[in-house]
């Protein structure tokens, strides 16, 4: 298995350009997460999803956008990326359920200009 | 969703010295769980804590779940450089929250 896997692995993003950051998980996990690190700082949810269809907002959604139509896919797109988007990206998944351990992704490095 | 706050944000130590980070929170969490990230990487799933007052051990790393389940406590015993990294705790409840993380670095 593959487990989490994101793609870029880097990104150099103008003020205004959009794009989107590519999670994919081959563990069958119900549960899949967005979230942004910021240096010095812990692990800001962004978005969730708790199965295909069916997404809900995290702490920090604002400028994001996700859906998800497969169980194994979880696109986070940026409409109009903003300098303090700058970040890195996790993605993780999760089976169903309270509790369960949470796998991620090696990263996205994201630098908005 | 439950906010969890950890203590202290960094802790530099001798190699061999001891080293514990806190995880606190207002209200009573349905369990806890530990991360580790080493520098550059993802975050990793240590170790899981549900029941009051339990205590779980992992080689030199003690993990400990408060009595009210309102706060939780990680101990490496004479830390090595290879324990270097931010250490997260999470409340695994329904927003998938977590701590600020704990940052050691440990000095050969």
């Known amino acids: 298995n593959a487990g989490v896997t994101q793609t870029p692995k880097f990104q150099v993003l103008k003020t205004g350009q959009s794009m989107t950051l590519q999670c994919a998980q081959d563990m069958n996990h119900e549960y899949m997460s967005w979230y942004r690190q910021d240096p010095g700082m812990g692990l800001r949810l962004i978005h969730y999803?708790?199965?295909?269809?069916?997404?809900d907002q995290g702490e920090v959604p604002n400028g994001y956008n996700v859906s998800r139509s497969t169980t194994e896919d979880f696109p986070l797109r940026l409409l109009s990326a903003a300098p303090s988007q700058t970040s890195v990206y996790f993605c993780?998944?999760?089976?169903?359920?309270?509790?369960?351990?949470?796998?991620f992704g090696p990263g996205t490095r994201l630098t908005v200009l | 969703g439950q906010q969890v706050m950890q203590i202290p944000q960094y802790q530099h130590v001798q190699e061999g010295e001891d080293f514990t980070t806190y995880c606190n929170s207002s209200?009573?969490?349905?369990?806890i769980q530990w991360y580790k990230q080493r520098p550059g990487g993802h975050p990793v799933f240590l170790i899981q804590l549900v029941k009051s007052g339990e205590v779980k051990k992992q080689k030199r790393l003690t993990f400990q779940f408060g009595e009210a389940k309102k706060n939780s406590s990680l101990h490496i015993t004479a830390t090595q450089t290879t324990d270097v990294g931010t250490y997260f705790c999470n409340n695994a409840g329904n927003m998938l929250t977590f701590g600020g993380g704990t940052r050691l670095m440990v000095k050969p």
């Open positions: 209200t009573t969490l349905s369990n």
């Open positions: 999803s708790v199965g295909a269809g069916i997404t």
């Open positions: 993780a998944s999760s089976r169903q359920g309270v509790g369960n351990e949470q796998f």
